[in-house]
């Protein structure tokens, strides 16, 4: 098991790619415990990571950044690259926001250079693992908001029909979303801007932006600090430290003053009102700095709003917002959200005339009706608002932040250390702050590739939580595997109906679902990639050997039970099957290969499954109540191999595909096959473990899933073959 953990470190940007691929333009990681790599690993990554880092960098982030305790960009990335924050109940991205087809070649699609793919359609594929364009025209993207990057989402949000217009993450808008610009009133050509860099904290989950702006009279460097509260679920921070340099010669005073200091602690505190300074007849004695506002007004393709309160005098807007369009028409509810923040101004005036050193501090606080409260979500964000600012809104000494920054230091208590190879810690690292930063164990609503921040596969959980996300924090934050695994409990009934609909017993659970737990594949093959289902059961079994959380196993068994229902129901031995147990009509995870009868991986978790029910009822003192063909279909799995093929490596047999699979061969995304070793870790002759995975790893097109592609390393790792692995 450590050898099969070990290879993981290595390839963890692989494993976790949903989250990461998008920041792997950034530089950054450390943590605890110790791997290494190879200069030929290092060179593989390099073909991903863009921008790693400049000589640029601030010097005072430089040992952080050295450290690989921060990603750093010269200027906010757009688009896929965007920075994230979040704290698994509110998360956004930072940036300049775009509209248009995702993954095509317009403003979202992409980047510079990012895919080399000339159709859209074949873009989309490698984006979604399906394409969009299948089930949606880009007109319907656009008025449902997948095309949206960029915006403010919150766990559980969803708008549209689950399966028609398809679930998504329902978009708001980021009003705290500002870039520091020169002021619009600006003519002199004296005046200008300089972008320093802009960074993603991962060890204190804050986003840094550091600009500085020269004017006639003053120059001031801006340090934008931007973070979702870990203690406080439903509040976000945006705070500007403004540090000016006093150039001009009037007798003024300075309205306040302080000493630099170390970030997020002692300058001087004031609210958006106290430093909106209008400029009268002593123009000298101010210095503007302009906010670019990307997202300043309350529109979204997914919400009806109404603005309750715009108090500009106190400083405060409350808004209540209801998504548009129910997941499931007549049967589930509309979800209401309320926010209430503190309006950032377009103009930030300070005194010209001292050197000064101010902290513009901002607060959004955001609830949604699928809370447990006696407030309506409007009110409770209101009073909450109120609460805060009491409480923090002239917090000299930072302890808002400490707080914020205590609870991560004890997040990142267990982690990864990679030594000499700055570029996979950064890859590790951030893949495992994007998961950190998208669920909590508080608010269990599962974990989507791309995280709570993005719209990206519309939200949705499907196998990629629990193959590829949730072993990671299984060993690292146990607390985040229960929390995923709860979402699935949750939403045993859905699955119950959903195989019943289909004519199956037990629970079998969709391919994609958001909120309700209802399919939201929103295409014709969804009921047909059955193995999800054991992939939730494997997830449970990893959970429980890796915690022995007697009670959470307790928990699980109702949805382990209904599985293995599902699964006996679904079994069955065919003519060609040679008295083994197989399945027919099924998309296995090779989504290339299309509908097949006896995948290879369908059937060996549909036997895990089976077998990891009798061992789970053991444990519990419930032996009784497992018939004794589970265990018999469990023993029994249809793995065929063959000798027969063109262009094996060896003259050893390789197990099928699936049952039909062309004797020459064909190209794949990712193999069936290969899965049998990680993450099943099938046992098997080593003979065969290496020939096949020398076979099927030429036929695995050099563009498919990035999860293909780390299974191989996995496995050759495992197999003790460092340089295939490489």
């Known amino acids: 098991l450590w050898q099969m953990f070990s290879g993981a470190l ?73 920075p994230n924050i979040g704290n698994g109940f509110l998360a956004c991205q930072i940036g300049p926001s775009c509209t248009g087809p995702v993954g095509g070649s317009g403003e979202c699609g992409l980047g510079d250079g990012a895919s080399s793919q000339t159709n859209p359609q074949e873009a989309d594929l490698n984006l979604n693992n399906k394409s969009v364009n299948d089930r949606r025209t880009q007109e319907e993207m656009v008025t449902d908001g997948q095309s949206h990057l960029g915006g403010l989402f919150m766990a559980g949000v969803f708008n549209g029909i689950h399966n028609v217009t398809v679930s998504h993450r329902a978009r708001l808008p980021n009003v705290l979303n500002v870039q520091v610009t020169l002021p619009n009133d600006t003519v002199s050509t004296k005046s200008t801007i300089e972008r320093n860099g802009a960074a993603l ?65 002692g300058p001087a505190t004031a609210s958006a009102s106290a430093l909106q300074v209008p400029i009268v007849s002593d123009e000298a ?71 000064t050193l101010f902290v513009l501090r901002n607060f959004l606080v955001g609830h949604s009706s699928l809370e447990l409260m006696s407030l309506d979500p409007a009110e409770a964000a209101k009073e909450e608002l109120l609460k805060i600012i009491r409480t923090y809104g002239n917090d000299s000494s930072s302890t808002l932040f400490q707080e914020h920054a ?51 596969y519309d939200g949705r959980s499907f196998w990629d939580c629990e193959t590829w996300m949730l072993p990671a924090v299984n060993l690292l934050r146990p607390d985040l595997g229960s ?80 599985a293995c229902q599902f699964w006996a129901s679904r079994a069955q031995v065919t003519t060609w099957s040679a008295s083994n147990y197989t399945v027919t009509n099924v998309t296995g995870p090779d989504e290339r290969s299309g509908i097949v009868d006896g995948d290879a991986y369908t059937a060996a978790i549909m036997a895990s499954s089976l077998r990891f029910c009798a061992d789970a009822a053991n444990v519990l003192h419930k032996s009784a109540t497992i018939p004794s063909h589970w265990l018999d279909i469990a023993s029994s799995p249809f793995l065929p191999t063959s000798s027969g093929l063109d262009n094996l490596p060896t003259n050893v ?26 993450p099943l870790q099938w046992a098997m002759p080593t003979e065969i473990a290496l020939a096949d995975l020398r076979y099927y790893e030429n036929l695995t097109i050099a563009n498919g899933f990035f999860t293909g592609d780390s299974i191989y390393s996995i496995a050759w790792l495992a197999l003790g073959n460092r340089t295939a692995a490489d």
């Open 653 to 678: 047999s390789v197990h099928l595909q699936f049952r039909d699979w062309p004797k020459q061969g064909k190209q794949i995304q990712q193999s069936s096959v290969a899965l049998l070793q990680y």
């Open 10 to 82: 290595v390839v963890a940007f692989a494993l976790l790619c949903h989250l990461s691929c998008r920041v792997s333009s950034y530089d950054g990681g450390t943590t605890t415990g110790n791997t290494s790599t190879s200069n030929n690993a290092e060179k593989k990554l390099d073909t991903v990571s863009s921008p790693l880092s400049t000589p640029s960098a601030p010097s005072d982030w430089a040992p952080q950044i050295a450290r690989g305790d921060m990603l750093f960009s010269a200027d906010i990335p757009r688009v896929f690259n965007m």
């Open 406 to 456: 205590d609870a991560w230091s004890n997040i990142w208590r267990s982690g990864i250390q990679v030594a000499g190879n700055l570029t996979v810690a950064s890859a590790i690292n951030s893949s495992l702050y994007y998961i950190y930063s998208a669920v909590r164990p508080d608010w269990p609503l599962g974990l989507s590739p791309g995280g709570l921040a993005t719209n990206s």
């Open 483 to 562: 929390s995923l695994l709860k979402y699935r409990f949750d939403r045993l009934p859905a699955a119950q109906e959903w195989a019943a609909m289909w004519g199956y017993k037990g629970a079998m659970y969709p391919w994609t679902t958001t909120l309700s737990g209802a399919d939201c594949d929103g295409g014709t093959n969804g009921h047909r990639e059955q193995h999800i289902t054991g992939d939730i059961v494997n997830a449970v079994q990893l959970h429980w050997h890796a915690t022995g959380n007697t009670s959470l196993l307790q928990q699980a068994w109702p949805m382990l039970y209904s």
């Open 285 to 355: 004695r101010y210095c503007a700095v302009g906010l670019q506002h990307f997202e300043a007004e309350w529109v979204s393709p997914d919400f009806q709003f109404d603005i309750l309160l715009n108090d500009t005098e106190n400083d405060m807007v409350v808004v209540s917002g209801t998504t548009l369009i129910a997941e499931i028409p007549n049967v589930t509810n509309t979800t209401t959200i309320g926010i209430a923040y503190q309006p950032l101004p377009n103009t930030v005036v300070l005194d010209a005339t001292n050197d």
């Open 201 to 265: 904290d991962l060890r204190r989950a804050v986003f840094l932006n550091r600009t500085t702006v020269t004017l006639p009279n003053c120059s001031v460097t801006v340090e934008q600090r931007f973070y979702v509260h870990q203690v406080h679920r439903s509040l976000m921070v945006h705070e500007l430290v403004f540090n000016t340099t006093a150039t001009a010669t009037a007798t003024a005073t300075a309205t306040a003053s302080a000493t630099a200091s170390s970030m997020f602690t």
